[in-house]
């Protein structure tokens, strides 16, 4: 039987504190609301209890945030596409930021299994005057487990409209992007970390945001798989591959404590549920 879960949550700055309201159908549902930073950013664990998806199954999550509220998501654990009968698994998330609204979209990797049929879709759409930081962290197998993605597809798309978009399109048997140089070059792992704002940045704020990024590019064990640029005045993206989940990760947790600190004067206590 195919899991349909959806989920809506909506953050409203109320009495100056975030709040977090949100309807739910289906095996999709967040956690309580956490105020580690005190009221002004409301934390939010994503919860799927079926613990991953086979193909049928369909996860619909829609976040808005209203004008002065700061809301952080993230999860207690992967997002995993199993095998596939031959139907699609998807997942989508819009995400959509009245003006003046921040959001952080932490989740945890996504893992592509061997003989999965997979599609992640993020679609952002942010007023003049919002940000938010994310990112988006893909496992191919799990090749420390010897189990490699072998067989099937993952369709990956991250979209802002008319402004940005990553569109790939990656099956397993597909030799030359998997193994190539000019592809993934035997990395199992593919991570991106951005900033997206609903205003054009000043050049200033991004030049900054970049030279930070290949500061610590340049100090880390991935320096040779990562790269940090800013494809229009609105986005500032870092990109990494890695053998594994793990080193991929740290660049990404390094580099949003840094831009959290540069774009929002933030300091980067990291969510109580990554340290269980």
């Known amino acids: 039987m195919s899991w349909h879960a959806s989920l809506q949550l909506d953050y409203r700055l109320e009495a100056q504190r975030s709040v977090a309201r949100h309807v739910h159908d289906g ?4 956690l309580q609301s956490l105020y580690p930073e005190g009221d002004a950013i409301c934390h939010n664990v994503l919860v799927h209890p079926p613990g991953g998806l086979v193909g049928g ?4 999550l829609r976040v808005t945030a209203d004008t002065g509220a700061h809301g952080l998501i993230t999860t207690p654990g992967a997002t995993r596409f199993y095998r596939s009968n031959g139907e699609v698994a998807v ?3 819009a995400i959509t930021l009245a003006a003046g609204a921040r959001l ?3 989740p945890l990797e996504a893992i592509a299994y061997s003989d999965c049929r997979a599609e992640n879709h993020l679609t952002l759409q942010l007023a003049p005057d919002a940000e938010m930081i994310g990112w988006d962290v893909t496992a191919l197998g799990l090749p420390l487990a010897n189990l490699p993605f072998a067989r099937g597809s993952f369709l990956q798309h991250i979209e802002v409209p008319g402004v940005w978009l990553e569109h790939g399109l990656i099956r397993a048997d597909d030799t ?3 193994d190539g140089a000019l592809g993934l070059a035997g990395q199992r792992c593919m991570a991106s970390l ?3 704002a609903g205003s054009p940045l000043t050049r200033e704020r991004r030049q900054t945001a970049l030279d930070a990024a290949r500061d610590i ?3 880390h064990p991935l320096r040779d798989l990562a790269g940090v640029t800013s494809p229009c005045a609105q986005v500032v993206v870092l990109r990494v591959l890695s053998p594994v989940v793990e080193p991929a990760m740290d660049l990404l947790r390094q580099l949003w404590a840094t831009w959290r600190a540069h774009f929002w004067q933030l300091t980067a206590p990291p969510p109580r549920i990554w340290a269980t």
């Open 27 to 30: 095996p999709l549902r967040i």
């Open 104 to 106: 952080e979209w932490l």
């Open 176 to 178: 030359r992007l998997m």
């Open 57 to 60: 199954d369909t996860l619909d």
């Open 194 to 196: 951005f900033f997206v």
């Open 91 to 93: 997942q989508r998330s």
């Open 217 to 219: 590019i340049a100090a």
